[in-house]
Every structure is written in structure tokens, then in C-alpha cells.
């Protein structure tokens, strides 16, 4: 490192490291795309003109520091985007973007241990970054007519593949779920003659593995989704009747054992990922049709029963949309007539009222997230003609449910969906 220090911390191997009194600071003001940072270095980040991405040492010891500074109050226009170099950021690995856009804003990041990796010291909006990636495709699979095993990928603009031979246990009425970012596990079900708890993890191209023995009680009729970024939760769900056991995926995609259940037991409900690291489960048949919900925090944590909000409704389906981790439940069975009615839920878990459906009622539909923040629905049970449809219905990002598209594959109900792919 060149330049004078002037003030000195001792680490804990005994070498000196420099505080931000006695940086060096480069004296030559950075306006490239791309900027690689050396520790113990402050540098001016003029973004006039363009995004900047700073690359961090790919190696650090404990106190190394260094300081970005928005040298022409622009990182509101261009914003810097922070890559970790196979470090760790705030704790998280450096698969997350870090981005900091906030007009004269100074970063200033101290390195800690392998476990945090590099933490700021000081900068004027920490909350916003790391954000964690969304996922880009997503894929159906299973489901009754059979029942089969076959799957079908979405693409990131929301277009349905044709049908993909099927790999595991044909089955109907099981779960899905993201796990570890960008992939994406099916769980439990009812082969047509015994409920199963067999599982088939999905790498991040897209392809369904073969049946792995499951862990937990076999059932069907439950839900599932992400919770802590990179993990998931099975839970609800029917044995012969109604149970609230639950089950965890961590983010190698391994099943653990049954968990004790929290709140009504009950089955054929939704569940979808909210504020980006939460789940939530709603809805369900409990003797008859219910709105309760209940909440799941980002360690897996399943709460007790919210009173419900909107028409009490089974044979739902749910996914996440927007940036900032909504969800939105919609399309069901009430226990007397089909409907189109959804509820948006704000990135804290708060439920809305129903918004009246402009598609055809339909019920047991596929349901995940594409795109980043889109959504979208398909194939399921369609009251006009009592007949399996392959009609799908993309989400805005602002959870506006579109009309009904033609389909791709075979016509079905009961098949889960789940995001997967970090690659558009």
C-alpha cells in the first residue's frame, strides 16, 4: 500500500492495518464501468455517466478497510454494484447483488472473518443491500391424469414448454418449492393408491432427478414455499384427514424429520414466499372451507393462526411477485362454486380483500413466480365444462392477473410449481 498512515489499529496476527484516518486515498477519480479495489484504499465513484462494479480483494484479513465515496452525488442515477469476489457480505455469500444508489451516499466496509466477510461501518441505506436474487424460470410438474410425471418449464417471459418424459413417481397433490436460490424440490403426494413421501430435487437447468426416499409423514393435499432466502417449508396437508405437521428443506435440498405443527390443521391451501425471506400458508379445507393464514418466519418458524381476510376457500394456489417480495393467492373452490378471486399480500405479510377475477374460475391450479417479479398460473380444474384446462394467466408485477393464454403440455390439475435459474 502506498501513502502515509497515520493512524494505526493492531489486528489480531500483530500486523498493523490502517483506520480510515490514514487511508490511502487514490487520488485518481474513478469513471469507468468497472473498478478492482485494493484494502486500505478510499476512492472517488463518479458515476455521471455509468453504472460502476467495484470487485473486492478476493482474499482479506481481519480489519482491512476501504472506502467508496459518490464523488459527483450521482450513484442515485448509476448506482455501484459490489462484487464480494467469493467473500462473504453482511454474512451473505457474494451470489447476492449489493447494490448501494443513493446521491452522495459513502461506503465505507471493514473486512471481519470468513463467517461475515466484509461489513460497512458506515453508509446511509445497509437495508437495501444485500438484496437476494430473484429466480428467473420456473417448472410444473406431476399432477393428476394418471396421476403423471410430467413437467413443463416456463421461461422467463412467461411462455409454458411442451411436455418433458417424466422422471419419478407419478403422483398428484404434492409440493413444491425454491431451495438454495436457484433450484427447486417436489415433496410427498398420493401415487393413486398410497400417499407417498418421496422427493426429486431439480437442478438449475431445469432437470427433474429421480425419486429420493422421503423423510416425514407421507400425505398429499399440503403446500410449500421458500423461506430464508434459501431454504424451504412443507406443511398442512391430508394422511386421511386433516394434519399441521411440517417439514424443512435446508438449502442442499435435504427433507428433515416432522415438526409439531402450529395452527389449524387443515389441507388443499396455498402458500407462496413474502418479503423475500418469509412464507406465508392461507386458506384450506379444515372440516370446510377457511380464510385463516399463517405466517413463517426467515428460520422456519411456523406462527399461529391469523384471522383471514377475503372469501373462506380450498384447492387454492399461491406464488410471489414484485420486487420487493408480495405474494398473491388466487383461484379456488369456496365448497359451492369455483371462482377467480385473488388477495394480494404486502411484503409484511398483510393480507388484502378480495379482487374480483376477470379470467374463468378454475381451481387446483400450478402457480410460480418468472421473470425476477412475475407471475404466473396454469393448467388446473375449470368449472365451465367440469374439464383439466392448460390455460395459463401471467401476473404483472404489480399482482394484476392477466386474461386467459392457450397452454402448452398436457392438461391437468393438482401440479405444483416452483421457481428455478438465476439465468434469464
Not at 389441507?267 to 406465508?280: F, N, P, Q, V
Not at 395459463?392 to 410449481?417: F, K
Request: aromatic share 8%; proline share 2%; net charge negative.
Amino acid at each position: 500500500m502506498s501513502g502515509q498512515i497515520t493512524s494505526n489499529v493492531f489486528r489480531g496476527s500483530g500486523v498493523i492495518a490502517a483506520t480510515a484516518g490514514g487511508l490511502n486515498w487514490v487520488s485518481t477519480v474513478v469513471t469507468g464501468s468497472t473498478l478492482t479495489a485494493e484494502a486500505g484504499n478510499g476512492y472517488w465513484i463518479n458515476t455521471t455517466s455509468n453504472t460502476c462494479t467495484i470487485t473486492l480483494p478476493s482474499s482479506a484479513s481481519a480489519g482491512d478497510q476501504i472506502v467508496f465515496i459518490d464523488y459527483a452525488r450521482t450513484w442515485g442515477t448509476y448506482k455501484i454494484i459490489i462484487d464480494s469476489n467469493g467473500l462473504n457480505y453482511q454474512g451473505d455469500p457474494d451470489t447476492y447483488p449489493v447494490e448501494y444508489d443513493t446521491d452522495g451516499e459513502t461506503l465505507s466496509i471493514v473486512y471481519v472473518d470468513a463467517t461475515k466477510g466484509w461489513i460497512p461501518l458506515n453508509d446511509d441505506d445497509v437495508t437495501d443491500a444485500p438484496a437476494a436474487p430473484q429466480t428467473q424460470k420456473g417448472i410444473i410438474a406431476f399432477g393428476s391424469g394418471g396421476p403423471t410425471n410430467v413437467s413443463n418449464l416456463v421461461t422467463s417471459a412467461g411462455v409454458v414448454g411442451s411436455d418433458v418424459t417424466g422422471v419419478g413417481t407419478g403422483r398428484e397433490d404434492l409440493g413444491a418449492a425454491t431451495y438454495d436460490l436457484d433450484k427447486a424440490i417436489f415433496v410427498f403426494g398420493h401415487d393413486g393408491s398410497n400417499y407417498v413421501s418421496l422427493s426429486n430435487l431439480v437442478n438449475n437447468s431445469g432437470v427433474v432427478a429421480t425419486d429420493t426416499t422421503g423423510v416425514g409423514t407421507a400425505r398429499s393435499g399440503l403446500s410449500s414455499a421458500e423461506y430464508g432466502v434459501d431454504k424451504a417449508i412443507f406443511a398442512y396437508g391430508t394422511t386421511g384427514s386433516a394434519v399441521n405437521m411440517s417439514n424443512l428443506v435446508s438449502s442442499s435440498g435435504v427433507v428433515a424429520s416432522d415438526v409439531t405443527g402450529v395452527g389449524t390443521a387443515r389441507m388443499y391451501l396455498g402458500a407462496s414466499r413474502y418479503g423475500l425471506d418469509k412464507a406465508i400458508f392461507g386458506y384450506g379445507l379444515a372440516g370446510s372451507a377457511v380464510s385463516i393464514t399463517n405466517l413463517v418466519t426467515n428460520v422456519g418458524v411456523v406462527g399461529t393462526d391469523v384471522s383471514g381476510v377475503g372469501t373462506a376457500r380450498r384447492n387454492i394456489s399461491a406464488t410471489g411477485f414484485g420486487s420487493t417480495g408480495q405474494a398473491i393467492f388466487a383461484f379456488a373452490y369456496t365448497g359451492s362454486v369455483f371462482t377467480s378471486l385473488s388477495n394480494i399480500v404486502s411484503n409484511t405479510g398483510v393480507v388484502a380483500a378480495d379482487v374480483a377475477g376477470t379470467s374463468g374460475a378454475k381451481t387446483n391450479r400450478s402457480a410460480t413466480n418468472y421473470g425476477g417479479d412475475k407471475a404466473i398460473f396454469a393448467f388446473g380444474y375449470q368449472e365451465s365444462g367440469d374439464t383439466y384446462v392448460n390455460v395459463r394467466n401471467l401476473v404483472t408485477n404489480v399482482g394484476v392477473i392477466g386474461a386467459d393464454l392457450s397452454g402448452a403440455g398436457t392438461a391437468r390439475q393438482t401440479a405444483p410449481g416452483a421457481g428455478y435459474s438465476l439465468t434469464a
